[in-house]
Structures are given as structure tokens and as C-alpha cells.
């Protein structure tokens, strides 16, 4: 096994709240450790063209709280070809010198880590950083718990007119295929219902929930939804079906959008962020390579990427059920 001296850190994808102090703890740790570390700039895409510098304990200062990522971040077309990914590791990793690879992001950028390391013989080693917490292995990821709370503060706020006007929203957060903002924010909230990938929910269940709520003492209405695509139709659909079956509601829709990406890291965030980037070295030390750094039971854990990509992480039931026996 060759011996590292350098290591190269990337941010790819979505960004996510964390990604900053993540990059701070990769970079510190290595360079604690005697280890230099290049930062590559725009993911992937950078990667290919070769944007790199040093990072020194300087340059990471004063980044802990800050949102978005100061590596940059991008989806690339051309780093999912062979051609891509040869640019990739001539301009980066031989060019740069860089012995270990380190990738920050969700889904798609450790399926891009895993494709690297088949081809080329450098260990690679995710983190897994996306609002979405749609990793397989890992109890959270970096950025989830500061969206959640982004979501709720936001739904807090809904909520304040939805009850002045007697009205309910319908709020589309995002999530990709996952349903874990969407269902853990409409328990957070306080929310009547939540529309999840992994649990159909039919316009009559909605129905019939809301005016059983209006029967009772309620006035307003509050339905969380995930911006799935797998959700036949989105929100829309069922916010027009809502109105057409219930024309005495005053039906309305909030999509949430970016702004669910954006913002200072909770603390939780910044410790996870920090955690797991001290674990990418320590891992790199010990010698793994193609795993991706995970958080289980408040214990570091080693995931394959091939898990960590490939798994459909399930939505605990227990949760779906706490928010229907609540909502009544
Ligand atoms: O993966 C993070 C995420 O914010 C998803 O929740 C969302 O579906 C997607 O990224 C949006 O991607 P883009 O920034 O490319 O529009």
C-alpha cells in the first residue's frame, strides 16, 4: 500500500449546511496527522480541469459557521464517462501529487468516488453530505438536521397565517426520493399529515384527516409534501384534488425551494461535519479505502460505498405512526 503524504478534498453536489466545517476537519486532521491537503474546487468538475490549491489551518478558519461550501460545488455529466474521469485523474490526483481521495456529498457524488476508485488504484473515502439523509449505513447526514430546522422555522411561520385565515397549506419540502425532511419536519411542526415517497396517501385519507380536524376544534391545516417525483402529480395534484373535493377549504401552496439549502450549520450539524471529517483521516490511516464514513448509534462506522449508494434507506414506521397519532 503506497503511504500518504496528500490528500485531495472535494465538495460535490447539492451543498449542504456542514460542508464547511467538514472540509475544516478533513483539513486540520491531515495536516495534525503530517499530511498535506489539496483543495479541489467545483467537485468533480474541477476535478477534470484541474482547479486545485493547497489548503493550509488558515485557510479553514472562520468557516465553521458559514453555509455553503468554500470548495464550491457542481453536478458533473462529464465525470459519470471513463473519458471524464481519465482527464480527472491526470489533472488532479497526477498532477497534484494526491495519494487518498476525500468526496463530500449525497448520492450521486459517492456513485462518482465509487466509479474512481475502480478504475484508478487510489483509496477514496465518502462523506456523506446532503440535506436529503438518503444514505444507506448512516444514522444522519451533513445538513439534514439544519434543514429540518430551516423547515420547521419556515412551516412555524405558515402556520401563523394558515390559522389567521382558517386556511390549510399544502408545503412542498425537498428530499429527492427521500422522505425523511418531509416526514420528521411534519412531526417538528405539528403538522396534520405528511406526503412521503415511501407511504402512499390517497386525497380521500387526506380528506377525510383534515375534516375530521375541522369537526373537532381546528381551523387550519397544515400537509407537509415531498417533492418526489415518485408522488404521482406533486403537491399540485393533490392541492387541486383537495379543492375539488373539498370546496369549503381554502386551499394553498408553499413550495419551499433553496432556501431549505442555505444557512448557518445547527450545532449538531457542525459536530457531525466535524466528526466524520476527522474519521475520513483517521479511516485513510488505518488503511480502508472505497468506504464511506458513517454515524451509527453515535459511533463511527465504516460503510462500503457500494452500501452506502445502492441501499434504499427505509423510513422507520415508528414515525409514520407518531404523526398520525398526533395529528388527530
Ligand atoms: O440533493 C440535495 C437536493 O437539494 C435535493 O433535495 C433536490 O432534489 C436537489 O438537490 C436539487 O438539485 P439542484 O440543486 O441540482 O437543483
Given at each position: 500500500m503506497k503511504k500518504i503524504k496528500t490528500v485531495g478534498v472535494l465538495t460535490s453536489g447539492g451543498d449542504a449546511p456542514g460542508m464547511n466545517a467538514c472540509i475544516r476537519a478533513v483539513t486540520r486532521s491531515a495536516i495534525y496527522s503530517g499530511w498535506k491537503v489539496i483543495g479541489i474546487y467545483r467537485g468533480f468538475e474541477g476535478m477534470i480541469a484541474g482547479e486545485c490549491q493547497e489548503l493550509t489551518t488558515e485557510d479553514v478558519s472562520?468557516?465553521?459557521?458559514?453555509?455553503?461550501?468554500?470548495?464550491k460545488t457542481s453536478r458533473s455529466d462529464?465525470?459519470?464517462t471513463p473519458e471524464g474521469r481519465k482527464k480527472a485523474y491526470d489533472n488532479c490526483i497526477k498532477k497534484f501529487g494526491i495519494d487518498a481521495l476525500i468526496v463530500i456529498g449525497g448520492n450521486g457524488s459517492l456513485t462518482g468516488a465509487q466509479e474512481f476508485a475502480k478504475e484508478y488504484d487510489i483509496p477514496c473515502i465518502g462523506l456523506p453530505g446532503?440535506?436529503?439523509?438518503?444514505?444507506?449505513?448512516?444514522d444522519s447526514t451533513i445538513g439534514y438536521d439544519t434543514a429540518l430546522n430551516t423547515i420547521v422555522d419556515a412551516v412555524d411561520k405558515i402556520r401563523d397565517t394558515a390559522c389567521s385565515h382558517d386556511r390549510i397549506f399544502f408545503v412542498e419540502v425537498m428530499g429527492r426520493d427521500a422522505g425523511f425532511l418531509a416526514q420528521n419536519s411534519a412531526i417538528a411542526s405539528g403538522a396534520e399529515a405528511a406526503i412521503i415517497p415511501e407511504e402512499y396517501t390517497s386525497v380521500d385519507q387526506l380528506g377525510s384527516l383534515i375534516s375530521r380536524g375541522f369537526r373537532k376544534s381546528k381551523n387550519s391545516s397544515i400537509v407537509i409534501c415531498s417533492?418526489?417525483?415518485?408522488?404521482?402529480?406533486?403537491i399540485m395534484h393533490y392541492a387541486e384534488r383537495m379543492r375539488a373535493a373539498y370546496p369549503d377549504f381554502d386551499v394553498r401552496v408553499t413550495i419551499l425551494g433553496y432556501?431549505?439549502?442555505?444557512?448557518r450549520p445547527s450545532a449538531m450539524d457542525r459536530i457531525l461535519a466535524s466528526r466524520l471529517g476527522v474519521a475520513a483521516i483517521d479511516a485513510l490511516k488505518e488503511g480502508q479505502r472505497n468506504v464511506m464514513i458513517a454515524i451509527s448509534n453515535d459511533q463511527i462506522d465504516y460503510v462500503p460505498l457500494s452500501r452506502a449508494i445502492k441501499m434504499d434507506k427505509p423510513i422507520n414506521k415508528e414515525l409514520i405512526n407518531v404523526l398520525s397519532i398526533l395529528s388527530i
Open positions: 472562520n468557516i465553521i459557521q458559514r453555509g455553503g461550501t468554500i470548495l462529464e465525470f459519470t446532503t440535506i436529503d439523509n438518503d444514505l444507506y449505513g448512516t417533492e418526489s417525483h415518485s408522488i404521482e402529480g406533486g432556501l431549505q439549502r442555505g444557512g
